[in-house]
């Protein structure tokens, strides 16, 4: 059987949708959200080569290459966190698996959930920074984007948006099981606090741009 945990940009999109549909919890939401993010920054990404050339976006033009640059290269990197994703969170089913019959395997298994566990949640946060970050290039691109393609910023927002929710879940859900002098266990509830606000108001934003540009008053 495979390894549920490899590979998973390469599967088709059937192969992945059957994955996560399956009773196997790997791959589960947090290597979901990575690539919502990741088909986020696509989209971000078609919509500058879409512009690009255009005479009508000739002063934006060195803007747009560097959105659309940035654009792949977070796409690749929402790509490889739904592969650290997967791979933490099969990290922590093999350390739940460890014998605890002894003192030293108790030990053991201790050692190896913290440090699983702390990854399990450090990953999702990974996720959510960088989906933040397309949905910031979505912000910059649906007012000077073709003005064809300005749905597909809409679309790019609203992926991002959602890969940064599902990541933050992923993140909450695991912050109980850290022992309590993690500093991540600490720090994490603010930066995802600051990461909503911030979700709320560039997705607000595109909301407004994209709505106006398709409908212009």
């Not at 059987?1 to 940009?9: F, H, V």
């Not at 399956?22 to 990741?38: C, H, K, N």
């Not at 920054?41 to 500058?48: D, E, I, P």
């Not at 691109?141 to 992926?159: C, E, H, R, T, W």
């Amino acid at each position: 059987m495979e390894d549920p945990t490899d590979n998973l940009a390469d599967l088709d999109l059937r192969e992945l949708n059957a994955r996560l549909a399956s009773r196997e919890p790997i791959p589960g939401g947090g290597s979901a959200a990575a690539l919502a993010g990741a088909m986020g920054a696509s989209l971000v990404a078609m919509v500058a080569e879409l512009t690009i050339g255009r005479a009508d976006a000739a002063e934006h033009q060195s803007h747009l290459i560097e959105l659309r640059d940035e654009a792949v290269a977070h796409q690749q990197l929402l790509l490889d966190l739904a592969e650290q994703d997967a791979r933490a969170y099969g990290s922590v089913v093999a350390a739940r698996r460890m014998p605890k019959e002894t003192e030293a395997e108790r030990s053991s298994r201790a050692a190896a959930m913290r440090r699983t566990m702390v990854a399990a949640a450090e990953i999702p946060l990974l996720t959510a920074g960088a989906a933040i970050d397309v949905l910031e290039l979505a912000r910059a691109i649906a007012p000077i984007g073709n003005p064809n393609a300005v749905s597909d910023a809409g679309v790019a927002a609203q992926l991002a948006a959602a890969a940064v929710r599902g990541a933050i879940l992923n993140v909450r859900i695991n912050l109980p099981y850290l022992a309590a002098d993690e500093p991540l266990r600490g720090a994490a509830p603010t930066t995802i606090e600051n990461m909503e606000l911030r979700t709320v108001e560039a997705e607000r934003a595109v909301a407004e741009t994209v709505s106006a540009r398709i409908e212009p008053s």
